[in-house]
């Protein structure tokens, strides 16, 4: 559910203190300027799927972001694994560069968000009326909610020196997410825009993707206070591998069209290496399940 309806009602925060109201008028959707605004985000989502809005939050904000991102990273699970764009398993009916045979290695590590306290700023911000109602608006559709799961809807993913998130699709439809600390090299967010569709998979040109043909794909100069909403059902994407000497961090704020979402238990096990007790009680005919984790 969205902010607004919680109770109790989450302490008033100044919005001004985290976002450039200036720039994101998002306490005036709709004057002149907020409509402009949510204007651009469609068009870019509408165009490729992707919606960048650079210096998003305050430097003090995120200043305070990257530092609780940086405090809490050490209890992040890490997770190594090799995987193909698909979470799925090698087909050896298919020749061995056919992207389902295309292993890549991955390790990525989450904070689950029952660790992220409620003073935080980035819980803060995930939790803001104005910026859910935004995210709303800028997506164009009916209803938001929060995910209601206590370790995935608020995530810090956390990429270490070394590391990569290879070439995949997201599970869900989009992710709303922000970078709180930048690499000193590497970890650029690269996708090849609508490359897949619900008509084909498109084999062929993904496998050239795959094997380093950088025609289809963009790559965005993210920078730490930068918002990004990213619909990843069909834009393959990928995040390069992070160089020098520190970690790369990014906030995944969690959100759903429907209500009560709650990622399955053995998803969670594997993404957070354990349980909240709400995924204890999950039965196997319960509701539709999700997060906002690419598997
Ligand atoms: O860390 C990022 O910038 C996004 C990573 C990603 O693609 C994902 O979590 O699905
Ligand atoms: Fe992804």
Redesign the pocket.
């Known amino acids: 559910m969205l902010a607004e309806d919680r109770q109790p009602a989450p302490a008033e925060v100044d919005l001004g203190g985290l976002i450039d109201l200036e720039r994101y008028p998002l306490d005036r959707l709709d004057s002149p300027e907020g409509q402009a605004l949510l204007a651009r985000c469609r068009a870019s989502l509408a165009g490729d799927g992707c919606a960048v809005l650079p210096s998003f939050v305050r430097p003090e904000a995120l200043r305070a972001m990257g530092e609780e991102t940086h405090r809490l990273a050490p209890g992040a699970h890490i997770n190594d694994t090799q995987t193909n764009p698909y979470s799925s398993d090698g087909d050896p009916e298919l020749p061995e560069d056919h992207p389902r045979n295309v292993f890549m290695d991955r390790s990525n590590g989450f904070v689950g968000g029952d660790l992220i306290g409620q003073e935080t700023a980035i819980r803060q911000l995930y939790h803001h009326p104005a910026f859910q109602r935004f995210v709303q608006r800028a997506m164009g559709v009916e209803e938001l909610h929060e995910y209601a799961d206590p370790l995935g809807g608020l995530v810090i ?1 956390v ?1 270490k020196p070394g590391c990569q ?1 290879p070439w ?1 699709y ?1 599970t869900n439809e989009f ?1 709303v ?1 922000m ?1 709180t600390r930048a690499p000193e090299e590497g970890g650029l ?1 690269q996708y090849a825009p609508n490359i897949r569709s619900t008509e084909s998979e498109n084999y062929e040109s993904v496998g050239r993707v795959l094997h380093g043909d950088e025609a289809p794909v963009k790559t965005l100069q ?1 920078k730490p206070g930068d918002l ?1 909403i990213f619909f ?1 059902r069909y834009s393959l ?1 990928r ?1 390069s591998r992070v160089g020098g000497e520190k970690d790369r961090h ?1 906030v ?1 704020f969690g959100f759903a069209r429907e209500p009560g979402m709650i990622a399955r238990a053995a998803r969670t096990k594997r993404i957070f290496g354990r349980l909240h007790p709400i995924h204890e009680a999950e039965t196997a005919d319960g509701p539709a399940r999700s997060d906002s ?2 598997d």
Do not use: E, K, R, W
């Open positions: 993913n990429l998130h995949h997201d992710v997410s970078m967010f993210l990004q990843g994407h995040v990014t995944i984790l690419a």
